[in-house]
């Protein structure tokens, strides 16, 4: 697993936290399919989500909560427009240097990982959305007290979950995935080459049949579907090199036709590459601007 590990870093060292405000059209993913060390909590403010998480589907609608624990292979598919929170944290920030009754019957468990949250997190008013909204406004300003009233926000999260029993014993996944590893490994490394469906099987001694059926109920994908969408995640990365064409990105990525690779492009993008990569440029340049206002503001 160690190949779908976030390579991004969320925070740094004395405030391991990251906040996302994302959004999503229909039928459109909105992210990989990844794991990280790090807790997430992720709150729909409107829509529908659908997160695989080991393969499962869950629906998770607006108003709704749900929490991913620490090494879990997941990714998540708007089925309506939507809009989402999303805190990406080490649980750590939560505990405490003194232990009280709270700590040691709730806070400690959970960080120790004996205690899980029970999805999704049904909030019947407005106290977490009003929360997540209030870590929004802290994360972008970034004033000296920010990261305090983050914190703070946090627990206040925790202390909704402990007060409405969402808190429950972690039961251990007993599931064997050291195949699927292997073949998520495989792909990773070998996605230029040719691969099919039959050759991942022999990989790890499976009949055909089955490991397609295996292979989905773990990824939520079929292998041929999973290969194409890594090789286009690979080529949203290239695209950002403006000196690449699309036929030489094609053809880095494992497609051998650059026409077939436009067509899947669109159906997991919902736009050609050429359109990707126009976006990326504007986005960019907004960032940068951004960055540029900011800097000014401060001298």
């Not at 400690?108 to 019947?124: A, M, Q, R």
């Not at 490994?185 to 469906?197: A, P, V």
Request: aromatic fraction near 14%; charged fraction near 25%; charge should be negative.
């Amino acid at each position: 697993m160690k190949s779908f590990r976030e390579k991004h870093s969320h925070g740094d060292r004395l405030f391991p936290f990251e906040f996302f405000d994302q959004s999503g059209e229909v039928n459109e993913q909105v992210c990989f399919l990844h794991w990280h060390d790090e807790i997430e909590w992720l709150y729909v403010c409107e829509g529908k989500i659908n997160i695989f998480v080991d393969g499962i589907s869950h629906i998770i609608n607006a108003g709704e909560m749900y929490a991913l624990e620490p090494h879990i292979l997941h990714y998540m598919i708007a089925i309506e427009k939507s809009r989402y929170l999303t805190c990406v944290f080490d649980r750590h920030l939560l505990e405490f240097a003194l232990a009280d009754y709270v700590s040691c019957q709730y806070i400690n468990p959970f960080i120790e990982g004996k205690l899980t949250i029970k999805n999704p997190v049904i909030c019947s008013d407005l106290r977490i959305q009003n929360t997540f909204f209030n870590i929004l406004n802290e994360y972008k300003n970034q004033q000296i007290s920010s990261q305090l009233s983050i914190k703070l926000n946090l627990l206040y999260i925790f202390q909704d979950l402990i007060e409405n029993n969402y808190l429950i014993p972690l039961e251990q996944n007993k599931h064997n995935l050291l195949a699927v590893e292997k073949v998520l490994q495989y792909i990773e490394k070998n996605y230029q080459e040719k691969i099919t469906s039959q050759s991942l099987a022999q990989l790890v001694n499976y009949n055909h049949q089955y490991f397609s059926r295996y292979f989905k109920e773990n990824t939520g994908y079929t292998p041929i579907e999973y290969i194409n969408h890594y090789r286009i995640e690979k080529a949203c990365e290239l695209l950002f090199d403006m000196d690449l064409s699309i036929l030489s990105i094609s053809v880095e990525c494992g497609f051998d036709s650059c026409s077939y690779f436009i067509k899947k492009f669109k159906e997991i993008k919902s736009m050609s590459p050429k359109q990707y990569r126009k976006v990326l440029l504007e986005n960019y340049e907004k960032e940068q601007r951004y960055l540029m206002s900011k800097s000014v503001k401060k001298s």
